[in-house]
């Protein structure tokens, strides 16, 4: 006989940990069957056993990380359950045990044990800002205190899932030209480091004198074979310093200014803001939260700087009395005039929530139609850069080459 130390679940769908004397592990599953449990690891008391030495559950949990899709997927199956008339426990302890993330299992078993001492779902969800934000709380709050969470969970997981489709469809459209764009980056450095040196010492050889733009290349191609390794680190060090004056506050106000003003993606970024905006504060104000909160915590949804003072400008008029449609009417040139109009359509007629919704899906329909044919505009002038790029290159070889064909005759 030996001794087993099993996990498992028991018939209440709670993890249990237990030892017990048996021949083998099958008398184990037997032992675990008559008292009602299910049995998911098995580990003998005292062999050796790597995970003994190493917590691998924890590491998981340390180096996954919860995606959207996956807190998408969460919002909606707690939302069915409820629904289907579960206790909000059970229904955490079945998400628990059908989720695959590590994080997020763990996440959802804290919220549960925190519910089970009492706490409201809200401030168990607090807990985990990262995972939750500001949104996602106040929606689940609102939604306790006016007894339609299931409705509230509904409306979330609706509004999470189309935000996030809006933003895999920008990023779709971006991939193939920074694709194409690096891949070109790439085969140029190659040319100058593998093909230029060969060409190079021919002109060198002839002692012919050359264009401005054949000088220029060679010295470039001479620099990059005499210090590739730092021309390497250079092009690290410059992308990664690029990445980083993105998110300084200086790198924010240069770049959200240009992609205001950018032909077309001046015009899909004000779409896309105007669309964001509409579908957080639509979901906020459905779920019962106050407008004046419910403006608050969109302006931190919303991520270009320039449209952040006007949803704070907003909170700051409605509490003085101010129509909310008037705010979005004077900022015009950052939000569609289509905007303003509607809103105010919606306070006229008391359903400003529902008004919200419509520019939501209006303004999403077009940034998606607006990606289809960016990427139709796309492709064209890649190949005028790409012919351009190659017809330099070209120039600056075949100039020197007829030089020497001219010397010849």
């Known amino acids: 006989m030996s001794k087993f130390t099993y996990k498992g679940l028991n018939s209440s769908g709670e993890k249990v940990t237990s030892t017990v004397d048996a021949a083998d592990r099958y008398a184990v599953y037997e032992l675990a069957r008559t008292e009602g449990n299910t049995v998911e690891s098995i580990e003998e008391s005292g062999s050796f056993s790597l995970k003994g030495l190493i917590d691998v559950e924890k590491i998981n949990t340390f180096i996954s990380r919860i995606k959207t899709d996956d807190l998408v997927m969460m919002t909606r199956n707690l939302s069915s359950m409820l629904k289907a008339g579960l206790p909000l426990?059970?229904?955490?302890?079945?998400?628990?045990?059908?989720?695959?993330?590590?994080?997020?299992?763990?996440?959802?078993?804290?919220?549960?044990?925190?519910?089970?001492?009492?706490?409201?779902?809200?401030?168990?969800?607090?807990?985990?800002?990262?995972?939750?934000?500001?949104?996602?709380?106040?929606?689940?709050k609102a939604g306790e205190e006016s007894g339609s969470l299931t409705e509230t969970l509904q409306v979330l997981g609706s509004q999470m899932e189309k935000t996030s489709s809006l933003k895999k469809k920008i990023k779709g459209a971006m991939i193939y030209p920074a694709i194409v764009i690096v891949i070109m980056i790439i085969i140029g450095i190659l040319m100058m480091i593998y093909v230029m040196p060969s060409i190079t010492a021919t002109f060198k050889k002839l002692e012919l004198d050359l264009p401005a733009t054949t000088e220029a290349m060679m010295a470039a191609s001479d620099f990059m074979v005499a210090h590739t390794l730092i021309v390497l680190i250079g092009m690290v060090a410059a992308v990664i310093g690029f990445v980083y004056f993105l998110k300084s506050k200086l790198g924010k106000i240069i770049f959200h200014w240009l992609y205001i003003r950018l032909p077309i993606i001046g015009t899909m970024v004000k779409e896309t803001n105007a669309a964001r905006m509409s579908r957080t504060l639509s979901s906020l104000l459905t779920s019962g939260v106050d407008v004046i909160r419910a403006l608050n915590i969109t302006e931190d949804v919303v991520q270009n700087i320039y449209y952040k003072p006007i949803i704070r400008d907003a909170a700051e008029r409605v509490e003085k009395g101010t129509p909310l449609s008037e705010v979005f009417v004077e900022n015009d040139h950052l939000y569609p005039v289509f905007v303003g109009e509607m809103i105010m359509v919606g306070e006229e007629t008391g359903q400003i929530a529902h008004m919200l919704e419509q520019l939501a899906n209006f303004y999403e329909n077009e940034v998606e139609q607006k990606t289809k044919d960016l990427s139709t505009i796309i492709e064209p002038l890649l190949m005028v850069v790409i012919g351009g790029s190659v017809g330099f290159f070209a120039l600056a070889m075949i100039a020197p080459i007829y030089s020497i064909g001219e010397s010849i005759e």
């Open 89 to 140: 426990t059970r229904a955490f302890s079945v998400i628990e045990r059908q989720s695959k993330n590590p994080k997020l299992k763990s996440v959802v078993k804290d919220i549960r044990e925190q519910i089970e001492k009492g706490d409201q779902l809200n401030d168990a969800m607090a807990r985990y800002p990262k995972v939750f934000d500001d949104l996602y709380v106040a929606m689940i």
